[in-house]
């Protein structure tokens, strides 16, 4: 369901509603502002771009999303990402990236996928949220200290190069930016400053401060990029090629997933602060609209901003109303004020992605989870993180997720037990059922847990090892939930093994689930009628009358090869 028919199902949008809401927009939109030009400025490309993607994904995620209280628009966990693009495709290559991923978003909600996406496992979200925080604040050091350029194309290289150049750092801009940095932190501690937005306060200050003694040294936004337009941008529809999409299609996967991560992640933070309950497949939608759209207007990517979005309730932001506001104030600032832009130092930005970054690594909760977490767990995360950093962000989330996967299936596969129950163990069962006992030669194993590709090996040691005595094996099936082609392969090849040794099988107390898979697989064909019994009472009866009968197989002599003098 769209945000804004949700909240107006919800009378939310009700007159009395207004005023909360605008505040909560005011506040965030003044927010945003210097948010929106320092992620767009790190990602390589104009102030003014960052300013356009909260505008536009502001809006329309407030309308199409499936969270009435999400706010969106570009954050610090695309900064790694767009800049590599930036880097190697230029500005084309990351709009064409961007409306590549809001089409994988779109189809990720109509696929239903939101629900999938939210299992990607907390070690590796934490392991490259902390790695980007680490990447950002090591690509701020050159606007936080008026370093000269450096080359370099990988994390190292480009650490080493500026710990080469540290020496020449300009003491105005460094004086700037710890004031500005100082700012941002202590500011919400002032009683009478804890509702002003910190980065505002010091964007303000160190601005007027720039203005006033006009530092040569120190750059601004106007002397690097000039003044920000006044006014709202056209319509520009970048050049779409075959080989362009063939070579973007890694990084728009990246972005969407990314995407896709946070503004979920958002929006479940939202949930808890609010009480809401979101829709993920409709905010993957939303999402994915307003990545398409926002690159056609000069934006960039956008997902869900978890700072802004939770600024936006404690402010008593409620419905989509906010959200709106939030875009029309940053049009408003866009208009009349853009001119005034001109005198922000960098510097100023640079400290406030250092709040960021260190916001983003959450260091007590990576150190908490180092400290308490399973080792395991603790593999991943250090992988993810170190990979992130030194490699490359599409690599860390794509190795971390299958590490992970890995280790679940290796947790599930020792999950399942094929466990031998003797008469004793039987005792009480047999009495219940009315029998007397078992025959000569039978065995009676239990299978428990989901008999799937990753547990076959156990299955196959424990029975494929039976000893020459057998000549009926019952396997007991009533805990195992689901079984898979590789798990229904696993018991065909055994079911062979002991019929070609003479052996008989006969399965119990399978689900229906499981029944249908082994007959639709022709497995129940394969090994005969009477391979099924509803209950162990019933396949030893079955034992029973074929002993009666005669017609039991009888145990080949040796399990080992055929007698020569036949």
């Given at each position: 369901m769209l945000a804004i028919v949700e909240a107006y199902r919800a009378g939310l949008l009700a007159r009395r509603h207004w005023m909360p809401n605008i505040v909560a927009g005011l506040i965030v939109g003044v927010v945003a502002l210097p948010l929106a030009m320092a992620f767009a400025i790190a990602s390589g490309v104009k102030p003014e771009q960052g300013i356009y993607t909260a505008i536009i994904a502001g809006i329309i995620v407030s309308l199409m999303g499936g969270s009435r209280i999400q706010i969106a628009g570009p954050t610090g966990a695309f900064i790694v990402i767009l800049a590599g693009i930036v880097a190697e495709h230029g500005v084309?290559?990351?709009?064409?990236?961007?409306?590549?991923?809001?089409?994988?978003?779109?189809?990720?909600?109509?696929?239903?996928?939101?629900?999938?996406?939210?299992?990607?496992?907390?070690?590796?979200?934490?392991?490259?949220?902390a790695g980007i925080g680490v990447v950002i604040w090591v690509g701020q050091w050159k606007d936080f200290f008026g370093l000269p350029a450096v080359e370099g194309h990988h994390f190292h290289e480009k650490l080493w190069a500026l710990l080469r150049v540290f020496p020449q750092l300009d003491p105005a801009t460094t004086g700037l930016a710890v004031l500005a940095l100082l700012i941002v932190i202590f500011t919400p501690r002032v009683k009478a400053l804890a509702r002003v937005p910190g980065p505002l306060v010091a964007l303000i200050v160190v601005t007027l401060i720039q203005a006033i003694f006009n530092f040569e040294t120190v750059a601004t936004i106007g002397s690097t990029y000039g003044e920000i337009p006044r006014g709202l941008p056209s319509l520009d529809i970048p050049e779409i090629t075959v080989n362009r999409l063939l070579s973007l299609i890694g990084p728009a996967f990246a972005i969407a997933m990314l995407g896709a991560i946070e503004s979920l992640l958002s929006a479940v933070v939202a949930d808890?602060?609010?009480?809401?309950?979101?829709?993920?497949?409709?905010?993957?939608?939303?999402?994915?609209?307003?990545?398409?759209?926002?690159?056609?207007?000069?934006?960039?990517?956008?997902?869900?901003?978890?700072?802004?979005?939770?600024?936006?309730?404690?402010?008593?932001?409620?419905?989509?109303?906010?959200?709106?506001?939030?875009?029309?104030?940053?049009?408003?600032?866009?208009?009349?004020?853009?001119?005034?832009?001109?005198?922000?130092?960098?510097?100023?930005?640079?400290?406030?992605?250092?709040?960021?970054?260190?916001?983003?690594s959450d260091v007590r909760h990576v150190v908490k989870l180092l400290k308490?977490?399973?080792?395991?767990?603790?593999?991943?995360?250090?992988?993810?993180?170190?990979?992130?950093?030194?490699?490359?962000?599409?690599?860390?989330?794509?190795?971390?997720?299958?590490?992970?996967?890995?280790?679940?299936?290796?947790?599930?596969?020792?999950?399942?037990?094929?466990?031998?129950?003797?008469?004793?163990?039987?005792?009480?069962?047999?009495?219940?059922?009315?029998?007397?006992?078992?025959p000569e030669g039978v065995k009676v194993y239990a299978v428990e847990g989901p008999f799937f590709f990753a547990a076959v090996d156990s299955f196959n040691e424990v029975l494929t090892g039976a000893d020459s005595t057998l000549r009926v094996?019952?396997?007991?099936?009533?805990?195992?939930?689901?079984?898979?082609?590789?798990?229904?392969?696993?018991?065909?090849?055994?079911?062979?093994?002991?019929?070609?040794?003479?052996?008989?099988?006969?399965?119990?107390?399978t689900n229906e689930r499981v029944r249908r898979k082994m007959q639709r697989m022709g497995l129940l064909s394969r090994i005969g009628e009477g391979s099924l019994a509803r209950s162990l009472g019933e396949a030893l009866a079955q034992i029973h009358a074929a002993d009666t009968r005669g017609d039991h197989p009888q145990p080949a002599r040796a399990a080992s090869a055929p007698d020569p003098a036949e």
């Open positions: 084309i290559g990351l709009q064409i990236a961007t409306i590549m991923a809001g089409v994988i978003l779109l189809l990720f909600g109509l696929a239903r996928m939101g629900a999938v996406i939210k299992f990607i496992p907390a070690p590796v979200i934490v392991g490259f949220t808890r602060m609010a009480g809401t309950r979101h829709h993920s497949n409709q905010e993957l939608v939303g999402q994915g609209v307003a990545n398409i759209v926002a690159p056609l207007f000069g934006g960039i990517a956008a997902t869900g901003a978890i700072a802004r979005t939770a600024t936006n309730i404690r402010n008593g932001g409620n419905s989509p109303l906010a959200g709106i506001v939030h875009a029309l104030c940053l049009v408003f600032i866009l208009l009349f004020l853009a001119p005034l832009a001109a005198n922000i130092p960098l510097a100023t930005l640079a400290a406030i992605l250092f709040v960021v970054a260190w916001n983003m308490g977490a399973p080792r395991s767990d603790v593999i991943v995360l250090l992988v993810t993180f170190l990979l992130t950093v030194f490699i490359d962000l599409v690599v860390a989330v794509n190795i971390g997720v299958v590490l992970a996967m890995l280790h679940f299936l290796r947790r599930m596969a020792e999950s399942v037990v094929v466990r031998p129950q003797s008469e004793t163990q039987l005792q009480r069962e047999l009495v219940l059922e009315e029998h007397g006992g078992f094996l019952i396997l007991r099936l009533a805990h195992v939930p689901f079984v898979d082609a590789t798990g229904l392969q696993a018991l065909e090849d055994v079911v062979t093994q002991l019929k070609a040794r003479g052996v008989r099988v006969i399965f119990t107390e």
